[in-house]
């Protein structure tokens, strides 16, 4: 059964920090490119970070970049999210994905449940 389970979210106060865990299970996670997005309500889902398989590649969106840092363990099966000098415009609820392009046309894609991100004093 695949599972990606997001957890750390929280409350914080605006220059805060919080750390976000991924722990993936039933699917080769070393196979599969890893990328947080994040949804707030009435606005479109924003990809946030993006890590390849062996985390030689990694990208940002210009509105966390210099402040999160995405990083993996493939030994643990787990992608990561340090948040740090949150804003409360980051508030959102925070997905972790899982893809691959299996072939052509045909992509292998896994999502977590969410976990809520609150930035406010």
């Known amino acids: 059964q695949v599972q990606l389970v997001e957890s750390g979210g929280g409350l914080v106060q605006p220059g805060g920090s919080l750390r976000l865990s991924c722990a993936a299970s039933?699917?080769?996670?070393?196979?599969?490119?890893m990328r947080w997005y994040r949804r707030t309500p009435g606005k479109d889902r924003e990809l946030v970070a993006y890590?390849?398989?062996?985390?030689?590649?990694?990208n940002y969106s210009d509105s966390v970049k210099g402040r999160f840092t995405i990083s993996r363990d493939n030994a643990k099966n787990t992608v990561h999210l340090q948040m740090d000098s949150l804003k409360p415009e980051d508030t959102a609820v925070y997905y972790c994905?899982?893809?691959?392009?299996?072939?052509?046309?045909?992509?292998?894609?896994?999502w977590g449940q969410g976990t809520q991100v609150i930035v406010s004093s």
């Open positions: 994905n899982a893809d691959r392009l299996v072939e052509p046309g045909i992509r292998s894609n896994y």
């Open positions: 039933g699917f080769t996670f070393s196979n599969y490119d």
């Open positions: 890590i390849a398989t062996t985390g030689d590649t990694i």
